[in-house]
């Protein structure tokens, strides 16, 4: 991991787990070994950020120099902490560690008062465990396939039980109450597709770029939509 990339999984861990940490949490969160850790700390005591403690103590963040002060009214507080904690009945365990990362970043900027309402909220999610079929794909793969608009090969078992193997362009992904769907544009069929990411077997890098054309694909796709449902369809 390069040394930014963990000096920032550091920070964001000690704002996110209730202070003080011990230096064992804080080694086992960040994935590093504690000789590691006491040189993190170390660096980023050096850069500036005020964090009290020491070894066999725990270790407080009392001033983050990197964010600066915000403000959000009570509602806008319980409208942040509700839609973070609806990622975890997403069943995308890096997007909702994502999600406390981010919050936790935004929660150390607010004041005194406003950070004790967020520790407070009274909206929740949730959502029956057994709603959604388990995804066992790489999503980061995914995702970094449709940032960086290259294509991926999938073996893909449609809910008629045929299975074929094609090549797509992963364009987005859309979370439903009861699916993960993957929008391709398909190789195969030459026209937009949607793929349930439970039903995807197999999944590898395909290789081929289609940069810049994600942009516009989409684009067409909810063009098709929207004149679909003004016709009274709606349906692929």
Same mark, same amino acid.
């Given at each position: 991991?390069?040394?930014?990339?963990?000096?920032?999984? *550091?920070?964001?861990?000690?704002?996110?787990?209730?202070?003080?940490?011990?230096?064992?949490?804080?080694?086992?969160?960040?994935?590093?070994?504690? $000789? %590691?850790?006491?040189?993190?700390?170390?660096?980023?005591?050096?850069?500036?950020?005020?964090?009290?403690?020491?070894?066999?103590?725990?270790?407080?963040?009392?001033?983050?120099?990197?964010?600066?002060? %915000?403000?959000?009214?009570?509602?806008?507080?319980?409208?942040?902490?509700?839609? +973070?904690?609806?990622?975890?009945?997403?069943?995308?365990?890096?997007?909702?560690?994502?999600?406390?990362?981010?919050?936790?970043?935004?929660?150390?900027?607010?004041?005194?008062?406003?950070?004790?309402?967020?520790?407070?909220? +009274?909206? #929740?999610?949730?959502?029956?465990?057994?709603?959604?079929?388990?995804?066992?794909?790489?999503?980061?793969?995914? #995702?970094?396939?449709?940032?960086?608009?290259?294509?991926?090969? +999938?073996?893909?078992?449609?809910?008629?039980? #045929?299975?074929?193997? $094609?090549?797509?362009?992963?364009?987005?992904?859309?979370?439903?109450?009861?699916? *993960?769907?993957?929008?391709?544009?398909?190789?195969?069929? %030459?026209?937009?597709?949607?793929?349930?990411?439970?039903?995807?077997?197999?999944?590898?890098?395909?290789?081929?770029?289609? $940069?810049?054309?994600?942009?516009?694909?989409?684009?067409?796709?909810?063009?098709?939509?929207?004149? %679909?449902?003004?016709?009274?369809?709606?349906?692929?």
């Amino acid at each position: 991991m390069a040394r930014q990339d963990r000096l920032m999984r *550091l920070m964001d861990v000690l704002r996110r787990l209730p202070a003080p940490v011990t230096a064992e949490r804080l080694a086992a969160e960040t994935e590093i070994s504690r $000789r %590691q850790l006491y040189r993190d700390i170390a660096t980023l005591r050096a850069g500036g950020v005020l964090i009290d403690g020491e070894a066999g103590y725990g270790y407080t963040l009392t001033e983050d120099p990197a964010l600066p002060p %915000q403000s959000f009214s009570r509602i806008e507080i319980e409208a942040l902490m509700l839609g +973070i904690g609806s990622l975890d009945a997403l069943g995308d365990a890096d997007l909702a560690r994502a999600g406390r990362d981010a919050i936790a970043r935004i929660i150390a900027t607010l004041p005194d008062g406003q950070a004790r309402q967020a520790m407070h909220t +009274i909206l #929740r999610s949730w959502r029956p465990s057994d709603s959604r079929p388990v995804v066992n794909l790489d999503m980061d793969l995914v #995702r970094r396939s449709c940032w960086e608009e290259t294509s991926l090969w +999938i073996s893909y078992c449609d809910l008629s039980e #045929r299975r074929t193997e $094609r090549e797509i362009w992963p364009l987005g992904l859309s979370y439903g109450p009861n699916a *993960l769907i993957l929008l391709g544009f398909c190789q195969l069929r %030459q026209d937009y597709r949607l793929f349930h990411a439970a039903r995807i077997e197999k999944m590898r890098p395909g290789g081929t770029s289609f $940069r810049p054309r994600r942009v516009d694909l989409l684009r067409g796709y909810l063009l098709r939509r929207s004149m %679909q449902h003004k016709e009274g369809g709606g349906r692929d």
